[in-house]
């Protein structure tokens, strides 16, 4: 279906596989994919619900981490983007969108399975935006296994630590600077809530995610500061394109077995973003793991 006069699309507009075959090198680039993921939520109708805000995004390149980065913007909230040096194309046109919104735009390049750049990121967000609001851990590393011997403990490592520790240290360092009224979230995964025959780490530290996620809510409910968590379902970003583990093939595939019988579109997502770090939505939510899974259902 064509777009409407003033740029809006209908659902059924999404792209559905097959898609063309590909795979990329990780951590992969937004800029190779075909087709582009969608970002730019041209239907999407801002209410300055973010107004004066500032957010970390960590993974805010691309997928799911541009398009929230882009929509807090538009929102009315000053935006700081962490991702690796590697990811240094795609961050630029984030960079770019977040200023066409008229906001701020902090770039931080560096590894989040290093406690220092953690600290880093926090520390040189509140020092050059002026305070942190808005939590979002976001970034994450997968690779498909086709037994669990195949999972090395090199391997484990890197998946536990950029999913898992990076979150428990940027919200451990967040906390120092965040007032009432503060927000975390963190990105999940409907495979932290169904599993994942060939995904065992990466379910496992989404697993985690979500039970971290519900502690520290009780952690800090008092404190006026809400963490929540969203479990997406397939997600159409350089993540899967760029598993070790996808073959073209299974690419083009990807997201055909989802209800909707397509991945979402990063666009599709960030409102979701937008609903829980918005006070005037979600002020009675915390220690939730909202699902935006396509129509699969499950309870956790």
Not at 61 to 80: H, L
């Amino acid at each position: 279906m064509a777009p409407t006069q003033d740029g809006r699309r209908d659902v059924v507009d999404e792209p559905k596989p097959p898609f063309p075959r590909q795979h990329q090198r990780g951590p992969g680039l937004e800029s190779k994919l075909k087709p582009r993921p969608r970002y730019e939520a041209a239907s999407y109708r801002p209410a300055g619900k973010l107004e004066g805000k500032v957010a970390l995004v960590t993974g805010g390149d691309s997928g799911i981490g541009r398009a929230v980065a882009v929509i807090f913007a538009r929102e009315g909230a000053d935006v700081a983007i962490g991702y690796l040096p590697e990811e240094q194309t795609d961050a630029d046109e984030t960079r770019a969108a977040i200023e066409r919104e008229g906001r701020r735009c902090l770039m931080l390049a560096g590894d989040l399975t290093g406690a220092e750049f953690c600290a880093h990121a926090v520390e040189t967000t509140v020092a050059e935006l002026g305070t942190l609001d808005i939590l979002v851990s976001n970034a994450a590393h997968q690779n498909r296994k086709q037994k669990l011997a195949d999972l090395t403990d090199t391997e484990l490592a890197a998946t536990f630590e950029t999913n898992v520790y990076a979150y428990i240290r940027l919200a451990r360092a967040a906390l120092d600077h965040m007032e009432r009224g503060g927000v975390i979230i963190a990105t999940s995964s409907e495979t932290g809530i169904l599993g994942s025959r060939k995904l065992p780490d990466y379910s496992a530290t989404k697993g985690a995610i979500n039970a971290f996620t519900k502690s520290l809510a009780q952690d800090v409910v008092d404190k006026g500061i809400r963490v929540n968590a969203i479990a997406p379902g397939p997600v159409w970003t350089p993540l899967n394109p760029s598993d070790a583990g996808m073959t073209p093939e299974r690419v083009a595939e990807f997201g055909a077995d989802s209800p909707m019988g397509r991945p979402a579109q990063p666009e599709e997502l960030a409102p979701a973003y937008v609903f829980l770090a918005s006070n005037a939505d979600s002020s009675y939510i915390t220690g939730t793991v909202l699902q935006v899974m396509g129509g699969e259902t499950s309870g956790g």
